[in-house]
């Protein structure tokens, strides 16, 4: 069973490679679901992690639908990390139906060129499931990383194993609250690759800060925080 680690820094990865995790799935901030790592964090990673790192694309918080101007992001992203000879590539595009987007989503999938190619958990998304994994295999994609729709991989794991069953080319990854304790159960049920971020927080201050720098008001699955044009204009002509 190949074991896929969610590492959001180079000390992570590092980790995980010394521990006998098979790949890496590179990003950054977990507590949103991960986004696209820095430049230089690819860069570290690139040159002292010798497993496999397939790096995670996804330009932005929120949900999986996104701009010409996210899509472009992501593209350049894509060639970058084709560019520094990463080993593939994590990402997917959906409709703001819960639709998968066909069109979108394989344009990545051809940036990537020969790198694989992993379906994020936005497949926890989508209506229906075994059409999109069908769909998805059917464009190439090599892994579905998801939870089976539920909030961890084992409440899901009825679904993930009905998946796991429907298709060939393409590899359920099961992901989300994976831990030494459950993972008996998805190699009893003969998953190929299981993902897991295997966290544990290590205290880096001796108090707790008198001001938090966490927001959680910023933090909506349904809708983007953008910069608003109203908002920073009266500002603006306020104390202009």
């Not at 929120?62 to 101007?69: A, E, K, L, R, Y």
């Not at 994994?133 to 089976?148: K, P, Q, V």
Request: hydrophobic share 40%; charged share 25%; glycine share 8%.
């Amino acid at each position: 069973m190949l074991v896929e680690v969610c590492a959001n820094s180079l000390e992570s990865a590092l980790n995980a490679q010394e521990a006998g995790a098979n790949r890496i799935e590179l990003c950054s901030e977990l507590a949103v679901g991960g986004i696209t790592p820095s430049y230089g964090l690819l860069k570290a990673v690139r040159e002292r992690v010798t497993i496999p790192v397939h790096v995670l694309i996804r330009p932005r918080s929120g949900d999986f639908t996104f701009s010409n101007v996210d899509f472009d992001i992501m593209k350049k992203n894509i060639a970058l990390c084709v560019e520094m000879g990463f080993h593939g590539i994590v990402s997917g595009v959906l409709h703001n139906n819960f639709t998968l987007d066909e069109e979108r989503t394989e344009e990545l999938v051809k940036a990537s060129g020969s790198l694989n190619f992993t379906f994020h958990r936005a497949f926890d998304w989508v209506k229906d499931p075994f059409e999109t994994a069908m769909r998805l295999e059917a464009m190439g994609i090599d892994y579905i990383l998801t939870s089976g729709q539920q909030k961890s991989a084992l409440e899901g794991i009825g679904l993930l194993h009905e998946l796991h069953q429907s298709t060939s080319t393409c590899k359920i990854m099961p992901g989300s609250g994976i831990n030494p304790k459950n993972v008996h159960q998805f190699k009893e049920k003969e998953f190929e690759a299981i993902h897991l971020s295997g966290v544990r927080f290590e205290k880096t201050l001796d108090e707790i800060p008198k001001v938090s720098m966490n927001s959680p008001t910023f933090l909506h699955d349904d809708g983007i925080g953008l910069s608003h044009f109203d908002v920073i204009r009266d500002v603006v002509s306020t104390v202009k």
